[in-house]
C-alpha cells in the first residue's frame, strides 16, 4: 500500500532498489549536485562583479575625478590613458553588447536590483542543491545498508554450510 502511495507521489522507495540500480542513482544525483554547485558559482561571481560596478561607481565617478587622468582597460593587461567626460553619467552594459546612458544614481540602482535578483536566486538554488545533497546521502546509506545486509547474509550461509 504504501510502495503504491509513493508511486502515485512520484517517489521511488529505495529500498526496493538493487545496489546497481542506486549507484546509477547516486551517479546521477552527484552530477545534478555537481552542475547545480557549478551554477551557484557562477551567480555569486556575477554578483560580485555587480557589487564591484557600485564600488566603481562610488569611488570613481564623483566630480573629484572629472578631471584626473585615469587608465582605461582595453584587455586584461592593456591600457590607455584617459579622461572622465562626465562624472554624472555612464554607459552600463545591459547584456548581448547593448550599453545604455543612466545617470549615476540609477546605474547605482540598476546594479542594486542586480545584486539582490542574484541573491534572491542563490537562497533558492542553495534550499535546491540541500535537497539534492540530502538525496545522495539518503541514497549512499541505502546502498550502505544492503551492501552491510549482503555480507550478513553471506556470512550467515558460509557459517551454515
Given at each position: 500500500m504504501a510502495t503504491k502511495q509513493a508511486q502515485k507521489s512520484g517517489q521511488i522507495d529505495l529500498g526496493?532498489?538493487?545496489?546497481?540500480?542506486l549507484q546509477e542513482l547516486k551517479t546521477q544525483l552527484d552530477?545534478?549536485?555537481?552542475?547545480?554547485?557549478?551554477?551557484?558559482q557562477s551567480l555569486r561571481t556575477a554578483q560580485s562583479k555587480f557589487r564591484d560596478c557600485i564600488n566603481s561607481i562610488s569611488q570613481g565617478v564623483n566630480p573629484g575625478t572629472a578631471d584626473k587622468?585615469?587608465?582605461?582597460?582595453?584587455?586584461?593587461?592593456?591600457?590607455?590613458p584617459g579622461?572622465?567626460?562626465s562624472s554624472t553619467h555612464v554607459l552600463i552594459d545591459i547584456g548581448t553588447g547593448f550599453f545604455v546612458e543612466k545617470t549615476v544614481e540609477d546605474?547605482?540602482?540598476f546594479y542594486n536590483r542586480k545584486v539582490k535578483d542574484l541573491q534572491d536566486s542563490l537562497k533558492d538554488l542553495e534550499g535546491v542543491i540541500n535537497g539534492k545533497a540530502n538525496n545522495v546521502r539518503m541514497v549512499e546509506e541505502v546502498i550502505r545498508v544492503k551492501v552491510l545486509s549482503a555480507q550478513e547474509q553471506s556470512q550467515k550461509e558460509g557459517a551454515g554450510s
Open positions: 526496493q532498489l538493487p545496489v546497481p540500480q552530477r545534478e549536485l555537481e552542475h547545480l554547485t557549478t551554477s551557484f587622468p585615469l587608465l582605461v582597460p582595453l584587455t586584461s593587461s592593456l591600457y590607455v579622461r572622465l567626460t546605474a547605482t540602482d
